[in-house]
């Protein structure tokens, strides 16, 4: 097993939390990097780090004893004995330069993670979608079943406030990114596979390279442990049956006959935006899954977490159900973010093709049980995956009555020549059905027009990656003030 990164060695044994010392979080405010803070925090470790610009989340931290600065420096390392940071953050940042050119360890954020896990019986979550709400899912069942997790996650976790917390009992519960390579680090006892697809190609060059980092991520399981993985996608499916045939112990769900743990009778609740779904066991039995949040694809990373905790852990089959049951979202993933004259707005951190598609499928079939429209405003996320999927994300639009695109979001990336949402925008128009269609515009713009298009009973839906988010407040406030 080789590490994909030519920065770091993730397959590297990752040295103790307490041979640190001093420790500096370069970027410390995004999700990722504040949840390593918190849980370096919590553990006694002492705390600094930068980021270009303050925000909440760097208030939050300094309450917590990080010392943080906002803008980079190279007297901001001075007293750092180790320096983290993430993918993004480039050799010429000039804290990581002088950290490289003083000698002083530097780590990537799962290096840095995995260091806060040690002595811990970690199970990592990994897969193109659904990651991040199966991470909240298993964490919140598993503290309904008294399990006592600590946990990371890519997102913050309604009702309780924070991405990451350290509790001090032997479960960790971490969500383990593919993007980069770096979910090679964990070494779980117990690894979750919701679905393997082409994404992060920038990275990887091609499917069958991460495929490739997929079996190696499965072959980091400890000894004796368990892989959990969907039946549904085949790539997943895949992985499973490689991973069975090498003597891993794999159970599988999905709504697929041919699964371990068989979804079935999946239905919408009466009233709400939640749903109903039955799960077939192996011994015959069956069990009601209730759910707060809508879709099958909710109801696919229930059962991974269903089978995680319960097959993984031994977690008491009545409490996880009652946990998933009470499971009230994740930040960013399917978040209503309010109600203006029977018209709701949605926020969803959706981004690759899979998770836009099914996003925008459940939302549109909630609008259409509420007699309404779905109006969607999507900003594509990195120039690269708007060339590779423009048709995809197309298709996975398709349902929406009103699709405004917004502006490429690049984020690490570049403009690149002829990439911009018009390659969105010409399959969308082209495929059957009756839509409206625009590109561009201000966000101010944006909002104006999607409150202008939207009635009683309608959903609006932001969706992407990047400052998409703020667009939500603003459709808020034009339907209050037209």
């Not at 002083?104 to 954020?109: A, M, P, Y």
């Amino acid at each position: 097993m080789e590490s994909p990164s030519p920065r770091f060695d993730f397959t590297a044994e990752v040295p103790g939390l307490d041979t640190l010392g001093r420790v500096h979080l370069i970027a410390i405010g995004g999700a990722g990097m504040s949840a390593v803070a918190r849980l370096m925090l919590a553990r006694g470790v002492v705390v600094s780090g930068s980021d270009a610009r303050d925000s909440p989340v760097l208030e939050t931290l300094r309450g917590l004893g990080a010392h943080v600065f906002v803008g980079h420096d190279l007297a901001h390392v001075a007293d750092a004995d180790t320096v983290v940071i993430s993918s993004a953050i480039p050799e010429t940042n000039v804290e990581l330069a002088a950290a490289r050119g003083s000698g002083r360890l530097v780590l990537h954020r799962s290096q840095g993670l995995a260091a806060t896990m040690h002595d811990s019986r970690p199970v990592a979550v990994a897969g193109a979608n659904g990651k991040t709400t199966t991470t909240s899912m298993l964490t919140v069942a598993l503290q309904r079943a008294g399990l006592d997790p600590s946990f990371a996650s890519g997102g913050e976790l309604t009702g309780q406030g924070t991405n990451a917390a350290w509790t001090g009992g032997d479960l960790f519960v971490v969500e383990a990114d593919e993007s980069d390579g770096s979910f090679l680090v964990y070494g779980p006892e117990v690894a979750v596979v919701t679905n393997v697809q082409p994404d992060h190609l920038d990275f990887y060059g091609t499917y069958d390279n991460v495929e490739a980092a997929y079996a190696d991520f499965v072959a980091s399981i400890r000894p004796g442990g368990l892989l959990v993985a969907c039946a549904d996608d085949p790539g997943s499916a895949r992985l499973a049956a490689r991973a069975a045939s090498s003597g891993t112990r794999v159970l599988t769900y999905g709504f697929a006959a041919s699964a371990d743990l068989t979804l079935a009778d999946h239905r919408p609740d009466d009233e709400g935006i939640g749903t109903t779904t039955t799960l077939q066991l192996a011994d015959g039995t069956t069990a009601h899954l209730r759910l707060a949040t809508p879709g099958p694809h909710n109801a696919l990373n229930a059962a991974a977490a269903y089978l995680a905790a319960t097959a993984g852990f031994a977690a008491d089959e009545t409490l996880v159900l009652e946990g998933l049951a009470g499971f009230d979202g994740a930040r960013r993933r399917f978040e209503v973010r309010g109600e203006v004259g029977g018209v709701t707005v949605v926020d969803d951190y959706a981004h690759n093709v899979g998770k836009v598609a099914a996003v925008v499928r459940t939302a549109a079939e909630i609008a259409e049980r509420r007699g309404g429209r779905l109006h969607v405003a999507f900003q594509p996320h990195l120039y690269s995956r708007t060339r590779d999927f423009a048709e995809g994300f197309a298709a996975g639009l398709a349902p929406a009555d009103t699709v405004a695109l917004l502006d490429v979001y690049g984020a690490r990336e570049q403009p690149m020549e002829g990439v911009t949402s018009d390659l969105i925008a010409a399959p969308l128009r082209a495929l059957p059905g009756a839509r409206t269609v625009t590109v561009g515009g201000t966000f101010d713009d944006v909002a104006r027009a999607l409150a202008a298009a939207s009635a009683s009973g309608d959903l609006v839906l932001t969706v992407g990656a990047g400052d998409v988010t703020d667009l939500a407040a603003l459709v808020l406030d034009r339907l209050e003030s037209p």
